[in-house]
């Protein structure tokens, strides 16, 4: 593939920081994307990725599908067709893993009784 045909990409994280950039195909998949994200996560960031899963890509304000190739998010990548295009790599655990990760001794929540508020609430409208 001719080198004018790659686009440059670099992913921004939350903290500001960037990896990459890096040069891609039109070819190349989001889920392939996010894959280079997890390999390439600095290991002294907390909070990073454990799987290509838990990564959500954005670009111009769209979260962008795994099965969609870079080529065919293209339109919304912006005006400079040289430019570096940065895409934002927000960090969302899933959340069947979230729900396993909970503490199994927490509290349950203690609902309060509106029952009372309600039934004193109306006994006043009516008289």
């Known amino acids: 593939m ?3 045909d790659l686009l440059e ?3 921004r994280l ?4 960037d990896i990459g950039p890096f040069r891609y ?22 909070g990073g990725p454990r799987s290509a899963n838990d990564i959500k890509l954005i670009n111009a ?5 795994n099965n969609k ?10 005006e400079l067709p040289k430019g570096v295009i940065t895409m934002h790599a927000v960090v969302q655990m899933s959340v069947m893993k979230a729900k396993t990760e909970k503490k199994i001794d927490e509290d349950p929540k203690m609902n309060g009784c ?3 508020i ?6 006043e409208v009516r008289t």
Do not use: N, Y
């Open 2 to 4: 001719p080198e004018e």
């Open 9 to 11: 990409i670099k992913f």
């Open 14 to 17: 939350l903290d500001g920081s």
């Open 25 to 46: 195909s039109p070819a190349s998949t989001v889920a392939m994307l996010k894959e280079r994200i997890v390999a390439e996560w600095p290991k002294d960031k907390k």
């Open 61 to 65: 304000g769209k979260i962008l599908e």
């Open 69 to 78: 190739t870079v080529g065919q998010c293209r339109t919304p990548f912006g």
């Open 114 to 116: 509106t029952c009372t």
């Open 118 to 123: 309600f039934f004193k609430l109306m006994h």
